[in-house]
């Protein structure tokens, strides 16, 4: 578990305002995954053997598809599936008005397990 600060943001489908966990602007190699319901997340560390493993089938691809992929061979938590963008916790949408607005509290932070997908053989 990591502690981490939690960060303002806003909804732009229903404006709700929640707070969502963040490593902040200098964190290198570590993303926050989001599940698909925008209640709970999970850390993730991109320089691990498995990471590496599921980047390199990414040959090509850009930025941000690491994290999707890693996001999409993640365990579930709670039976959501994790995704690489923030969600709103009422309404589950990623069209967000604003986001890592001020610090808020912190939070909680487990890292993402990727035991079904570990179990795999490599192709």
């Known amino acids: 578990m990591r502690t981490l600060p939690t960060l303002e943001a806003t909804c732009g489908r229903c404006a709700s305002t929640f707070s969502h966990p963040s490593l902040g602007d200098f964190a290198y190699g570590e993303f926050v995954l989001c599940s698909a319901d925008g209640r709970s997340y999970a850390v993730v560390d991109g320089t691990t053997p498995l990471a590496r493993r599921v980047g390199a089938t990414l ?16 365990d579930p938590i709670e039976g959501q599936a994790l995704t690489a963008s923030i969600r709103c916790p009422a309404c589950s949408s990623a069209d967000l008005e604003s986001w890592g607005g001020r610090v808020t509290g912190t939070r909680e932070v487990p890292a993402a397990t990727f035991e079904a997908f570990a179990r795999r053989p490599a192709r």
């Open 59 to 74: 040959t090509g691809a850009g930025n941000g598809a690491l994290w999707t992929a890693l996001a999409e061979v993640a």
